[in-house]
């Protein structure tokens, strides 16, 4: 039997390794690995909490929230961070379980006391909650749900879970962390104690040094991997982005019209756009809407599942159409499509973003009619949102009181 490694020097009894592992336990399986790699998680983790929680204010706004129409491209940046850093903690995930896996089998122990029990049920939700987060996140950006629960409802309430079992676990290990932190890295061959330097020489191959630069490059290479979707630069050497700029028009499609089942309203001669603004209401023809000023905007759609592409429309602008039906009395907008299936068929569009210039209903993309798949006979375009808020084949717009 061996102590545990990390024992603290407190007067308790030492953790108890089974024997079998007690061989597992490496100079690179250590506090220093398992301290750094958590410090690189923990970083992550608060990264991936906030862009997570901004993504989900914007969608679900509650009332004191306020998002701006300006910078235009602000929500494609956390979003494609959010995506992006998330794969990243893969890498450095798996080398944190690595670095400390052989404590999961030691055996609770109620003479240790009732904080050592708490901190190691922390742990078991923190993993969990941490796994959770990260294979359902994965699994969103390849739009693959092997799942029955809905993605966005749980993927927003386990982001508290983990979270919070993030700052209970570095509160109870501060101590730890911190020691780990300031020591200096040892290699393993200067590590080796007088005792046993036979054995330590023989159970270890692998340095501190190589693991901590493999969970780096792993981690790096694997945001690469994905980061093309969002960052156009990168496009050539994503290989793993799921989607990277391709589709008509240049703008990927995220859902078709035959999917939305809007194949046959969408083509319909006796197509209207109804919109509702001061109290009056009037119902135009595509040709009506074409028959407006026309304007340009160079706008990216940023979709929450991480892929963003940027876009040339044009159309006409909202503030012009509310203006042509009745005063615009300063309230949020309503998004209706002729969609009938699935949840994305309406969005509401708050003030800052019906005021704004760049804000299209777009007839056209990359100066030809938008495809159906993108939203013909028109779509709304605005600044700095989430993708699945530019709803696409609109039925209606409506302000709302
Ligand atoms: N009516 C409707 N509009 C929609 C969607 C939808 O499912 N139905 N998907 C949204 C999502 S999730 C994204 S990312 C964008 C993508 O637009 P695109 O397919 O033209 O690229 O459209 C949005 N508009
Ligand atoms: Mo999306």
């Not at 966005?152 to 309430?157: D, F, K, Q, R």
């Not at 391709?246 to 319909?268: D, F, H, K, Y």
């Amino acid at each position: 039997m061996r102590a545990d490694t990390d024992a603290d020097g407190a007067a308790r009894p030492p953790l108890m390794v089974p024997a079998a592992l007690a061989d597992r336990i490496s100079p690179a399986r250590s506090t220093a690995v398992a301290a750094r790699a958590g410090v690189l998680l923990g970083i992550g983790i608060l990264i991936l909490f906030v862009t997570g929680m901004i993504s989900h204010l914007i969608q679900h706004p509650p009332d004191w929230f306020w998002w701006p129409a300006h910078p235009v491209w602000l929500y494609r940046v956390t979003q494609g961070v959010h995506v992006t850093v998330g794969v990243m903690m893969i890498p450095v995930l798996l080398v944190k379980f690595w670095s400390v896996y052989p404590r999961f089998f030691i055996k609770p122990s109620l003479r240790r006391g009732p904080v050592e029990l708490l901190e190691r049920g922390s742990v078991a939700v923190l993993i969990g909650a941490v796994l959770f987060q990260i294979v359902t996140g994965l699994f969103n950006t390849a739009q693959f749900y092997p799942w029955k629960f809905f993605f966005t409802t749980t993927h927003h309430a386990m982001a508290y879970v983990a979270f919070g079992a993030v700052v209970v676990h570095l509160a109870v290990k501060l101590p730890v962390v911190r020691q780990a932190l300031t020591a200096p890295v040892r290699e393993p061959e200067e590590a080796v104690g007088q005792e046993d330097s036979a054995a330590n020489t023989g159970r270890t191959g692998v340095s501190r040094r190589a693991v901590l630069a493999a969970a780096g490059i792993g981690s790096v290479a694997a945001g690469v991997a994905v980061a093309g979707q969002s960052v156009p630069l990168l496009r050539r050497v994503s290989v793993l982005a799921p989607r990277s700029g391709e589709g008509p028009q240049g703008v990927p499609i995220n859902r078709t019209a035959a999917a939305a089942g809007v194949l046959e309203t969408a083509r319909s001669a006796g197509y209207l756009l109804t919109v509702k603004a001061g109290g009056r209401e009037h119902g135009f023809t595509r040709a009506e809407l074409e028959a407006l000023p026309q304007y340009d905007s160079v706008l990216p759609i940023a979709c929450v599942e991480g892929w963003s592409a940027t876009g040339h429309w044009s159309g006409v602008r909202l503030r012009d159409l509310l203006a042509a039906v009745g005063e615009y009395g300063g309230g949020d907008v309503r998004f209706v499509s002729m969609e009938t299936t699935g949840i994305y068929g309406s969005s509401v569009l708050p003030h800052p973003h019906v005021v704004d210039a760049s804000t299209l209903v777009a007839l056209r993309l990359g100066g030809a009619d938008l495809t159906l798949d993108h939203g013909y006979p028109c779509r709304l375009i605005a600044p700095n949102r989430p993708g699945v808020l530019q709803t696409k084949w609109l039925k209606s717009i409506e302000e709302l009181s």
